[in-house]
């Protein structure tokens, strides 16, 4: 038993470090590993025919760490079920008040962002992210080219957030 535990020491060694840093984690796992390995050999699973012994036990020692692991990994993340409470088949859509209140206060300040804009910039940004219209729409109803509309559009909405940020920054400069 000695010589083989110092015979393939190395081998479980090299597959146990790629699972674990801590070397009190790697005794004992390599402990497991070995106590496993036997119990495989006990059970006459090693096939000559099918490939080298080391070969096998570095695939078994492989297997055995992805499956510690694996436990380990599900017993730091329990799936817990509170019993006798149900919870309903979809969360409720709705927003909460966090939520109203923050889309309020963006609300708010895109309104005044776009009231700083000009007229052909605000009917852009408009039609796009209101009236929910594609590039294309906006195109032709503006008897523009595409890549014009894209152009104006990224005009219109890098003009939006330099006044949203400097709308934020004077607001910050103010507290």
Known sequence: MEAFVERYRSLFYHCISQFENDHSAREDLFQDILLYVLDRLDQGSFDAERGS??????????????????????????????????????????????????????????????SALDDEERALLMMRFVDDKTIGEISE???ISLEQTKYRLKRASTALRRVLLNDLAMEDAAR
């Open 53 to 114: 012994f080391g070969t096998w036990l570095y695939r078994v020692a492989w297997c055995r760490c992805v499956d510690l692991k694996r436990k380990a990994g599900a017993r730091r993340n329990p799936k817990l079920t509170p019993v006798g409470d149900s919870f309903p088949e979809r969360a409720d859509g709705r927003p909460g008040p966090g939520d109203e209140a923050g889309d309020e206060e963006v609300g708010d300040l895109v309104r005044r962002g776009m």
């Open 141 to 143: 109803a503006l008897s």
